[in-house]
Every structure is written in C-alpha cells, then in structure tokens.
C-alpha cells in the first residue's frame, strides 16, 4: 500500500522558515517524480514543486523560485522542501504527492498533509 | 497560465445521475484528470486521462472530454460520494492547474 507522511508543520512568523518531511513508503521510491502540493481555503490547490527521480531536475512554480527548494533523498525514502522567507499567503496544508510523468504529468497517491501557518 | 472552470456546486439525490463539468482551452488539446476530496481527507484521484479509472475506484465513476470541457459522471450516486471534486490538466513541466473544485451534496 502507497503510504505518504508529512511532517515539519507548525507556525511561523513571516520572514521565517520551515523544512517540510515525507516519509514514503508501499512503493519504489526512487523510481517516481515527486512533488508538493499545498491547499488554501482562498485559493484551492496549487502545485508548488516537483523533482524528478535522481533530483537533477526541479520545476517550482513562480511564487516560491528562490524561496523554497525541493529536494530527496532516495536511500532514505523520503521527500524534502526547505521553506525560507514565509509568507503570510504561504499559510495552507503542504502535500506531498507522488507523481506519474506519462501522457502527461499528474498525481496519484497523496500524503494526508501538514498545516505550516505564517503569522505574527 | 491557463485557468479551469467549474460550477462552484451540484446537488443530486441518492441513485441520480451526477455531471461535473471542467472547462478550460487547455482541455481542447490535453487530458483532464479528476480529484475527489471528502471532508478532512487528502485527495484521491478517480478519473485519469480524460476517462481512465484507477484501480480500486467504483465502476459509477467514468469521465468524458469533448472540447474544452471534460465532465465527470457518476451514476447511481451515493451518499458516500458526497465531496468536493477538481479537474487538474497540465501543458507542460512549468504549468499545472487545478479548478476551483465543485462541492458534491448528495441528498
């Protein structure tokens, strides 16, 4: 069983950061892109990163380039963003979801979440 | 970027016919996938590739693309399938959206 758990949520105040965790287990890690995705009442889902199997290629979207950076590592099983310079519209439930590069890119197994909450 | 429309709500009885459409100029040349959200769960996909079914979803779940809509029907819905629902399509490796979700209330 496909199995994704997150953990490193919590508060912080804005300028902060945060590094976010996902354990994964049920299927062979290495061989999937991985991604973040995060969820806001005001603006629903949104893809924040993904990284391909070996970590060499990274795509984030343009409102955390430079800010946050995805990262895995594959003996460990486990998937990483370090999140600096926190915003207050950064607040959502961080998703850590495995990815399928076919057709076209998508996601199929996601994580249960972790709340990160930036405020003063 | 690209934006995907859907109906903010959609409400059928027990055993009815639910239709949600996903509309978007991206849906006229890729595929639209489907996402169900209960209430304090993760999402979970059930339609991928305009009208591919996972394994382990309910044969009641099926999608259809003409287009630039994609629609998702469930047929025979139950109680159990009341959620919110979002299409998700892609263009690239840069661009990925998701639409607004549409609550399911089946009543």
């Known amino acids: 069983e496909v199995q994704l758990v997150e953990s490193g949520g919590g508060l912080v105040q804005p300028g902060g950061s945060l590094r976010l965790s996902c354990a994964a287990s049920?299927?062979?890690?290495?061989?999937?892109?991985m991604s973040w995705v995060r969820q806001t009442p005001g603006k629903g889902l949104e893809w924040v990163a993904n990284?391909?199997?070996?970590?060499?290629?990274?795509f984030y979207v343009d409102s955390v380039k430079g800010r946050f950076t995805i990262s895995r590592d594959n003996a460990k099983r486990s998937l990483y963003v370090q999140m600096n310079s926190l915003r207050p519209e950064d607040t959502a439930v961080y998703y850590c979801?495995?990815?399928?590069?076919?057709?076209?890119?998508?996601?199929?197994?996601w994580g249960q979440g972790t709340l990160v909450t930036v405020s003063s | 970027s690209y934006e995907l429309t859907q109906p903010p709500s959609v409400s059928v009885s027990p055993g009815q016919t639910a239709r949600i459409t996903c509309s978007g100029d991206?849906?006229?040349?890729?595929?639209g996938y489907w996402y169900q959200q209960k209430s304090g769960q993760a999402p979970v996909l059930v339609i991928y590739?305009?009208?591919k079914r996972p394994s382990g979803i309910p044969e009641r779940f099926s999608g259809s693309s003409s287009g630039t809509m994609v629609t998702l029907t469930i047929s025979g819905a139950q109680v159990e399938d009341e959620a919110d629902y979002y299409c998700?399509?892609?263009?690239?490796?840069?661009?990925?959206?998701f639409g607004g979700g549409t609550k399911l209330t089946v009543l």
């Open positions: 979801v495995r990815g399928v590069a076919a057709a076209a890119y998508y996601f199929d197994f």
């Open positions: 049920g299927f062979t890690f290495s061989t999937y892109w």
């Open positions: 990284i391909k199997q070996d970590g060499n290629e990274k």
């Open positions: 991206v849906l006229s040349y890729k595929y």
């Open positions: 590739e305009d009208s």
């Open positions: 998700y399509s892609t263009d690239s490796s840069v661009n990925f959206a």
